[in-house]
């Protein structure tokens, strides 16, 4: 026979397995939950499912979470905040399609085209909260910040380690690509994490340069080739426009502040 166990003894054994099992959304839960189960007649079994669903729910929560801060984005955006008035020839079911992931689990590319302030950033970043929010891994970096980055390990002889860490990313998402002039070793650089995610794992770029115009940043111009022949194949191609949203909303709130 099983000897009886006080309340009090079982809560101190419920906290000490829980800590040793790192089970800690079960330890501040067991007691509020237990009442609940009395209260509402619930069996031993049903009362079990409600706390390991609790302790699941909260380790998908701070999943979520961490991945959000791992992707180190410069701000929050979600693509439900998207303004789709400020770039009519966005379809908003492809952004409903992107945003369910099907694509980087497809391996596909996405690239946002169009000039500055027309909501670039803004879609690039939502699609790596989204990727986030579903457990994935992800990374925003600027392309000059990445270059930068790749540099200084080539120089330091880590640069193997950075492009196998660049590869098993889920989502990189690389924003202001063709904003400035790379050279040689920079274009080289940034084409070894293009290659080494190529047809494998998912790349979603910003530029407000159109491809005809991506030799100027790469000055090889069979290397700007090649690096256009592996961002389109299969890609999901949005342009956003020439339009600035930034400049629409600025005059916006200049013209209520002065009807104010």
């Not at 169009?114 to 925003?140: F, P, W």
């Not at 080539?154 to 990313?169: I, M, P």
């Not at 690389?174 to 794992?201: K, M, N, S, W």
Request: hydrophobic share 45%; net charge neutral.
């Amino acid at each position: 026979m099983i000897a009886p166990v006080s309340e009090q003894g079982a809560m101190l054994t419920i906290e000490a397995a829980c800590r040793a099992l790192r089970l800690p959304t079960v330890r501040d839960q067991a007691g509020p939950l237990a009442e609940a189960a009395v209260r509402d007649h619930l069996t031993h079994r049903a009362y079990l499912a409600e706390v390991f669903t609790a302790e699941i729910d909260d380790r998908e929560a701070r999943r979520r979470e961490r991945r959000i801060v791992e992707a180190r984005f410069p701000r929050l955006k979600h693509l439900a905040e998207f303004d789709l008035g400020a770039a009519p020839s966005i379809n908003p079911a492809t952004l409903a399609t992107l945003e369910t992931g099907a694509w980087i689990d497809a391996g596909e590319p996405v690239v946002l085209l169009g000039d500055s302030g027309t909501g670039k950033t803004h879609l690039l970043i939502g699609l790596g909260m989204a990727a986030c929010e579903q457990g994935r891994r992800v990374r925003y970096v600027t392309t000059a910040g990445l270059v930068n980055e790749l540099a200084e390990a080539a120089d330091e002889r880590t640069l193997s380690r950075v492009v196998a860490r660049y590869g098993r990313l889920d989502l990189l998402l690389l924003d202001e690509l063709a904003y400035v002039h790379l050279d040689p070793r920079g274009a080289e650089l940034l084409f070894q994490i293009l290659t080494e995610r190529d047809e494998r794992a998912s790349i979603a770029v910003a530029s407000n340069a159109p491809f005809s115009e991506w030799g100027q940043t790469f000055t090889d111009a069979r290397l700007a080739a090649a690096v256009v022949d592996r961002l389109t194949f299969r890609a999901h191609i949005l342009e956003t426009g020439s339009a600035s949203y930034r400049l629409r909303v600025s005059r916006a709130k200049k013209g209520a502040a002065r009807e104010s």
